[in-house]
């Protein structure tokens, strides 16, 4: 009996990448860590999200009609759960390392935040249950615990940097939040904490988890310090601020009015300046600088107005030059793609078009080749022989065999697709190139000129000693053709 595994693994990535990476709330987090805002509420919510999708996936793939004798056996599950927790543990972790990063910053602590190691003991334990319980259904055993065993890689981070910090000498902080929900929990309830972490000296099972626990863990790198707005002087207490506050009073006390009124007034540049980075600090003075320039002298303030002008027109000029090249590029495939279109007719012409499928094809799961290699056959003819997804050496092969030559069918809605599409479909046709069929979705109002300069790019990025072609369509229209040189 061969073995099902990497299909089902491959499955099982393909439904998790297509759902995590179209989730509002995946989206979200992402742009939060992009822009340095994210939280440990974030971390917390990426870890539910990315559970909750793997456990949805694995339950879509591991039916009872996919399976052999329709049994989950346990190194099946091993094969396609650990690798799926390793690649959750991934995500999670560069996430949390990217937050931790911003918190050890704020911290002014000049490291970087730890990882975690994979738990691949916890892995192995899920696994073993999945196939005890004969698969991951709604609500299980199973289920709950591949959630909770995500949920748990936040928790793991959190441990590795509280150690690292009290290594380090720090007096980091943690607080376990309990959130109640229908039922209360005990166990949870017991377990809430906020104070300096202890190392050995926590409660050993603080951070433990039960399946589906929605307990929340916070971290600070170190005891909370206090900062005076004015010297910028970290201090341990509010009335250290005071007290410095009230010194200062004295010494102003003691001075001329003049003198106070420039000791006043440079602090409250410094107070300014404080607020920006040097970088921000400098072009808010040029600013200033310029605007002071504009009210105060008229006749420079004409110069940069018409100085303006000449680059606004330089600009616009630029722009209508660039619409032209593009037009002059559209019109140039338009033609080649008649060309190519032509020799394909008359290739094919004396031929007898035909589909073939390899033995053990499945037609149910490759709708959308089988629709393509319709079109090829409708629109210029020739021998289609269909692929199977992964060949005897287990290898991942092209979609086609068309007239001798590997072809491969994907499907683009951005410039950005299309860039990757491509580039995995040369890879896929490398040993006996005939070119790729790329399908578009233009859900985005690309531009036919952005559409051509990408594939060309790409394509101009590889160097073959055969020349591939690269169809462009949409629905049943054949947009371009590009044949690389």
Not at 350 to 367: C, F, L, N, R
């Amino acid at each position: 009996m061969s073995d099902v595994s990497p299909i089902l693994l491959e499955s099982v990535k393909k439904l998790f990448d297509m759902w995590f990476y179209a989730d509002k709330e995946v989206k979200k987090i992402y742009k939060k860590v992009k822009n340095g805002t994210a939280t440990f509420s974030e971390m917390k919510l990426f870890s539910e999200r990315a559970g909750a999708i793997l456990s949805s996936a694995l339950r879509a793939t591991l039916t009872a009609d996919k399976l052999p004798d329709g049994k989950l056996y346990q190194n099946i599950a091993e094969k396609v759960i650990t690798p799926m927790l390793k690649q959750n543990h991934e995500l999670i972790t560069e996430v949390c390392g990217y937050v931790g990063d911003d918190i050890n910053k704020a911290a002014r602590i000049g490291t970087k935040a730890v990882t975690a190691p994979f738990n691949s003991d916890k892995a192995k334990t899920v696994a073993q249950i999945a196939s005890n319980s004969n698969g991951v259904a709604n609500g299980s055993k199973a289920a709950q615990l591949v959630e909770n065993a995500t949920m748990s890689m936040v928790d793991d981070f959190i441990r590795a940097n509280l150690d690292f910090q009290k290594l380090l000498g720090n007096n980091p902080q943690i607080i376990r939040i309990y959130h109640a929900g229908k039922n209360k929990c005990d166990f949870c309830n017991s377990l809430q904490y906020s104070g300096e972490y202890k190392g050995a000296g926590m409660p050993w099972n603080i951070f433990q988890r039960h399946r589906d626990c929605k307990c929340t863990l916070i971290y600070s790198p170190q005891k909370g310090k206090y900062q005076d707005p004015w010297s910028k002087k970290e201090m341990d207490s509010y009335t250290d601020i005071v007290s410095e506050q009230r010194k200062y009073l004295t010494e102003l006390d003691k001075m001329s009015p003049a003198e106070r009124k420039t000791v006043r007034n440079a602090r409250a540049r410094e107070l300014r300046r404080s607020q920006y980075s040097p970088e921000e600090w400098e072009r808010r003075k040029a600013e200033e600088s310029l605007v002071r320039r504009q009210k105060n002298e008229g006749k420079e303030y004409r110069k940069l107005t018409e100085s303006r002008i000449l680059e606004e027109q330089a600009r616009q000029n630029e722009k209508r030059l660039i619409q032209y090249k593009n037009l002059e590029k559209v019109e140039r495939i338009k033609k080649e793609t008649a060309k190519i279109k032509a020799e394909y007719i008359n290739q094919n012409i004396s031929k007898k078009a035909i589909i073939k499928q390899e033995a053990g094809y499945k037609v149910a799961k490759h709708k959308e080749e089988v629709k393509c290699a319709e079109w090829i056959k409708k629109k210029f003819g020739g021998e289609i022989y269909l692929l199977k997804e992964i060949n005897k050496d287990n290898i991942k092969t092209p979609d086609y065999r068309w007239n001798g030559k590997l072809w491969e069918h994907k499907s683009a809605s951005s410039i950005n697709s299309i860039s990757q599409q491509v580039r995995k479909g040369i890879k896929q046709i490398w040993k006996n190139p005939g070119g790729i069929i790329v399908e578009l979705r233009n859900e985005h109002g690309m531009q036919l000129s952005e559409i051509f300069e990408t594939v060309e790019n790409r394509v101009k990025r590889k160097k073959m000693n055969q020349s591939i072609d690269v169809i462009i369509k949409e629905e049943d229209e054949i947009i371009g053709i590009i044949r690389s040189k």
